[in-house]
């Protein structure tokens, strides 16, 4: 069956980085968008960023632009979230989500677009 699994989250001060990364399984990875959303706690999941099947495009959310950068291995079957700059706005738990896009240069930016989901990575930033 599909699998997603997330790692990398951790506790890490304001201003810090963190590197998450996105393993997949029981899918052919380069037939799948991917994207990586976020859940504060309260608060509705929210999209953060995501890139094509072939890695041409991306799309970040505005907070995070500049500070965020996802990219993703093919070969390896996973995508990464490196996130610099960390703020105490980003503390959330970071899901990946796959999507089979028949458009390699397409990106997905709706929860309802994505088939499958990881099980999430806390990241907590300190201030």
């Known amino acids: 069956q599909v699998q997603l699994v997330e790692s990398g989250g951790g506790l890490v001060q304001a201003g810090g980085a963190l590197r998450l990364s996105c393993a997949a399984s029981?899918?052919?990875?380069?037939?799948?968008?991917m994207g990586w959303f976020r859940q504060a706690p309260g608060k509705e999941r929210e999209f953060v960023v995501a890139i094509s099947r072939n890695g041409a495009t991306t799309y970040y959310k505005d907070s995070v632009k500049g500070r965020f950068t996802i990219s993703r291995d093919n070969a390896k079957n996973t995508v990464y979230l490196q996130m610099n700059n960390l703020e105490p706005e980003d503390t959330a738990v970071y899901y990946c989500a796959a999507r089979n896009s028949v458009v390699s240069y397409q990106v997905y930016i709706r929860e309802d677009d994505y088939d499958y989901w990881g099980q999430g990575t806390q990241v907590t930033v300190s201030s």
């Open positions: 029981g899918l052919t990875f380069g037939n799948y968008a």
